[in-house]
């Protein structure tokens, strides 16, 4: 087989999810950047890899996928190495569910709404849009309080003791969350989280997939 291709931006938090799982079951990959916000934006040719023009974008001999959660499913199904998946069908639940959770409630106000108005926008050469913050902080507070219930506390991960898709999908967002002060206050107000993210940080996975944005 041929090493899988992954296309996108490394800092986009869906393409380093799809990254994390293909570096925890020890895949060798290659990144090809492609950055939709881009002049003019991605190259033609990427339309035909997605059409929504979103990242990542993923081909494993000859096999073409986009979406996150299709590729990071894909890479834990297709290749050896350690499951990303828990065996019991109530366990499994919960990792979808939580991965549902960030997805619809978590990555607006997490990464759009407090991450990039308190961290990127002096960088962008901008004030913050301090009502958008304002206005997000009770929802991030509502999305983590909501992982906070549903952690399991028989280990260091969000489902448990092994690390699972869903722990790869929030550590990305969690990442950028953490460097506002908001989020960092946030995060400190829920152990069981703050602890999680300790764990998580200290993964070789995290290290190899560090965005240049961090």
């Given at each position: ?51 929504f023009r979103r990242i990542p974008a993923f081909e494993h001999d000859g096999f073409r996928l986009y979406e996150a959660g299709a590729i990071t499913r ?35 106000p997490l990464i759009w709404d407090i991450f990039v108005e308190r961290v990127r926008a002096s960088a962008e050469g901008r004030d913050a849009d301090e ?84």
């Amino acid at each position: 087989m041929t090493a899988p291709i992954l296309f996108g931006a490394a800092y986009s938090v869906y393409v380093r999810a799809a990254r994390l799982a293909l570096e925890e079951k020890g895949v060798s990959y290659r990144l090809v950047e492609v950055d939709i916000f881009a002049a003019g934006g991605p190259p033609p040719d990427y339309l035909e890899r997605h059409p929504f023009r979103r990242i990542p974008a993923f081909e494993h001999d000859g096999f073409r996928l986009y979406e996150a959660g299709a590729i990071t499913r894909y890479v834990d199904d297709a290749f050896a190495g350690p499951p990303l998946m828990p065996s019991t069908p109530r366990a499994r639940a919960r990792v979808h569910q939580i991965i549902s959770i960030i997805d619809n409630y978590g990555y607006r106000p997490l990464i759009w709404d407090i991450f990039v108005e308190r961290v990127r926008a002096s960088a962008e050469g901008r004030d913050a849009d301090e009502a958008k913050i304002s206005a997000a902080v009770p929802r991030a507070a509502l999305c983590l309080r909501a992982l906070a219930e549903l952690a399991d506390s028989n280990g260091p991960y969000l489902t448990g003791g092994e690390v699972t898709l869903a722990d790869l999908h929030a550590a990305p967002m969690f990442a950028y969350f953490s460097m506002a002060r908001e989020g960092a206050a946030l995060l400190a107000s829920q152990p069981r989280l703050q602890g999680w993210w300790q764990a998580m940080r200290e993964r070789p996975s995290i290290a190899a997939t560090r965005s240049s944005l961090e």
